[in-house]
């Protein structure tokens, strides 16, 4: 069972703190090497593609990962500021440690929009990128808290996974994206800890009735995702057939964007509800129905066709 402290977060937080500028330096991406994991890329089973267009691939996708990163993180720092309200004057070092947190999501933000310009840059060309992001955290706020920081832990703990999943490759994956993965590993590392925290506290208190507010919310703000997902894979293939500069057959086209859906949807939701730190949480605070009811939803946005 975790045994996570707010005082231990902040500890952690204060002596593992970069800059933007320490992650970024010198290093700019390099066109000769994939910017992303292969095991996050929707290349692996995509054959009309060869080994060059699948590594073009990759640095696409990149746009889109630190796009739809900063796209979330919108949400999810004033989410702790509202939460670290909550225990000024009861909790001291919740207090600091989530006010901390809310900091870092801003500073997170702020680097994944430099990435995602650098990536524009380095491509000679902007990416076509989802849209709507204020309203899109306005609409998730709207939800029931418990759901939003269930949401957010499932997040913060897929960032884990990709950082790991990054370190496995050979040395070919761009020195940039290994920086950059391995940063935001750090840092949010702790906020995953604060989640779970915060998570328990708030669902202690929840009636029947909330709880069951809280589970239905979290389904929507699954497929919400999903949503965003499915739209920045159809950007991803026309991103590709430009950085390419070859027009798809539609044979192509579809092949191309199922492997990208796959691969985002296992990037951004099924790495992250599978966790073992995710699942250790959502089973503490849900009953079993609750949990066979999240465990089908999921199952059914895993199967979806991109073509419904």
């Known amino acids: 069972m975790a045994t996570y402290t707010y005082g231990g977060c902040i500890e952690q937080s204060y002596r593992i703190n970069w800059k933007i500028k320490d992650v970024l330096g010198s290093l700019e991406f390099d066109l000769d090497r994939p910017w992303l994991p292969a095991a996050l890329s929707g290349g692996g089973g995509v054959f009309c593609l060869n080994p060059e267009e699948k590594k073009k691939l990759t640095q696409v996708e990149m746009g889109a990962y630190s796009h739809l990163f900063a796209f979330v993180e919108t949400f999810i ?82 960032t884990q996974h990709h950082y790991l999943s990054s370190m496995s490759q050979s040395d070919e994956l761009d020195p940039l994206t290994r920086e950059i ?87 951004f939701i099924e790495s992250g509800v599978t966790h073992p730190n995710f699942l250790e949480l959502f089973l503490s605070v849900t009953t079993s129905a609750q949990q066979a009811r999240v465990q089908g939803a999921v199952a059914l946005l895993l199967q979806k066709s991109p073509f419904h």
């Open 181 to 267: 993965f391995r940063c935001h590993w750090m840092e949010e590392a702790q906020h995953a800890r604060l989640d779970h925290l915060e998570a328990l506290r708030l669902f202690k208190d929840m009636t029947t009735v909330e709880r069951h507010e809280a589970i239905e919310d979290l389904i929507w703000l699954l497929v919400a995702v999903d949503g965003l997902l499915e739209q920045q894979a159809v950007l991803d293939v026309a991103n590709l057939s430009r950085h390419l500069d070859r027009a798809f057959t539609d044979q192509e086209w579809n092949e191309i964007l199922a492997g990208l859906l796959r691969a985002k949807r296992h990037c």
């Open 77 to 158: 720092a004033p989410l702790m500021a509202d939460l670290a309200l909550d225990s000024q004057g009861v909790n001291g070092e919740a207090f600091e440690a989530l006010t901390n947190f809310a900091s870092e999501e801003v500073k997170h933000i702020h680097l994944f929009r430099e990435v995602a310009r650098r990536v524009d840059v380095k491509l000679g060309f902007p990416l076509k990128l989802v849209t709507g992001q204020i309203e899109v955290a306005h609409a998730v706020l709207s939800k029931n808290k418990g759901a939003v920081l269930l949401l957010t832990s499932a997040i913060e703990w897929f």
